[in-house]
Structure formats: C-alpha cells, structure tokens
C-alpha cells in the first residue's frame, strides 16, 4: 500500500493585512504563482517557442458582508494604494501549511443575490512578492500576555543556505509595543541553544497590522525555527509563518 498524506482544506484561517477573516469568507478561488511567456519564435520553427517571462502571484476568496467591528467590510471596503499581506493557513495547528503574499489589493465587488444573501470577494496580485508556502510557527493565532519563547517547528532534515521570509499579522494589542522575532537551533535546543536568525525581527509593533521579513539570500537557516515575543504588553493576539528558501535567488 502507498502511503498518503493527502489532506483537506476544512479550519482554513485567512488573514489580510492584521484581520482575522476566517469566518467571513467561504471560499478560496486561488492561490497561486505563474509566469507570463515571451513568444520568440523562429520564422524556421513550426511550433512556438517560448522564454519565461515576470512572475506573478495571487490569492482571490470570496465571502459574507459583515460590517461588524474588525470584520470584513471594515476591513475591505477602502481599497489601500500601499502593499497588504494576505495569509492562509491551511488549518489553525503550529507547523500547518501556510501561505503568505505581498501585493496590490485591486477590487472589493459586492452583490446581492435574488433570494436576499449578500456576497464580496477581492483579490491580492502580487508586487515584487511571489506566494510563498511554508510553515505556521504559531497555531493559527497565538496570544501572549508578556515575553515569550514559542514551540519550534521542524522545516526538514538540515539546514539551508538561501535564507528565508517570513510574515507577520497582529490582530489585537495593549501595551507599549511588541517585538516578535524568528530564532532558529539545528535540533530544537537538544544541545544547540535557540538564538535571533541575523535578519529575523520584525519591527516592533504597537497596534493591529501586518510585515514581512526577508534574510539575506545567501544566510543559512537552521533547521527549527520558532516565534518568541518580547517588549510591554498584555496581551497581544498575533500570526506567522516562515518560510526557508530551497534555492539561490528566493526561488522567482
């Protein structure tokens, strides 16, 4: 027999730029990355030739109107001319599949249905970004009432040379500011302690919002990674996930 790890998408979390938007939305229309194609064929080729071209990257989902606080329509209704971060976390468990996106927030289409129900749905294109799958380092959202050490998340056997990215949703704050930062350790502290990865802090944080971190790409990256917490608050209510690149230049 072929083992399998297939799985489902039921308690997927969806966050943009610092909301959690997870029971507002029912469906995922796309994740994705692509690449447009430069035609350069040949007058002697009986067939196209193609070189690839930019890269783009998309997540698009579609929901219910809800215009309670810290919901959807709070949340969409404006159409921001700065970057947002998009996150989907395949279910709210540490170390679960997740996703994350920089890029441009382009539409907020609202409709109403004949039998009353009330629709929306948006989408983030990608800017300079790609969409990147990696690992949840927190279970789904994670609240901390003071400086904490998360619980590590194994990335595979080794570790990496290409560094990594990593996104940041804060849902919720009180306090003066906090700062979460990416450690790493080669076998979670077994005899290797965790310490800051070089590049790794996020900028401290004081309300409801999102960032995303890159490394340098030529920085090595251990195998664990966890989330740890320190500054003046209680409590704070937050995401992140991480991603080590497999390969020179963050893989575009």
């Known amino acids: 027999m072929i083992a399998t790890t297939k799985g489902n998408g039921l308690g997927a979390n969806l966050y943009v730029a610092g909301y959690d938007l997870s029971n507002d939305v029912g ?78 927030r382009t539409n907020y289409p609202v ?15 990608s800017n300079s970004d790609q969409l990147n799958y ?3 380092l927190t279970a789904g959202k994670r609240t901390d009432t003071g400086a904490t050490n998360g619980v590590g998340v194994d990335f595979g056997v080794g570790s990496t040379t290409f560094g990594m990215v990593a996104y940041l949703h804060i849902f919720a704050f ?9 450690q790493e350790s080669s076998d979670d502290a077994v005899g290797d302690p965790y310490a800051a990865v070089t590049g790794g802090a996020f900028t401290a944080a004081t309300a409801l919002g ?8 030529t920085q090595t990256v251990e195998r664990y990674l966890r989330a740890v917490t320190t500054g003046t608050f209680n409590p704070c209510t937050f995401a992140v996930m991480a991603k080590r690149y497999s390969s020179a230049g963050a893989e575009k």
């Not at 219910?64 to 209704?77: G, P, S, T, V």
């Not at 249905?113 to 009330?118: I, Q």
């Not at 999102?210 to 790409?217: H, K, N, P, V």
């Open 27 to 104: 469906q995922i229309d796309a994740l994705e990355n692509g690449r447009g194609l430069l035609g350069m064929t040949g007058l002697d080729k009986s067939g196209h030739e193609r070189l690839q071209g930019l890269q783009t990257g998309r997540i698009a989902f579609t929901g219910f109107f809800n215009d309670a606080a810290l919901q959807e329509h709070i949340a969409l209704k404006l159409i921001p001319t700065a970057d947002v971060i998009g996150t989907v976390f395949k279910t709210a468990a540490l170390a679960a599949v997740a996703c994350s996106l920089t890029g441009k």
């Open 111 to 125: 409709t109403r249905a004949a039998d009353g129900a009330m629709g929306t749905g948006t989408e983030i294109l």
């Open 134 to 136: 990696g690992l949840a």
């Open 174 to 182: 009180t306090g003066t500011s906090i700062t979460v930062t990416i």
């Open 210 to 217: 999102a960032q995303r971190i890159e490394t340098s790409l």
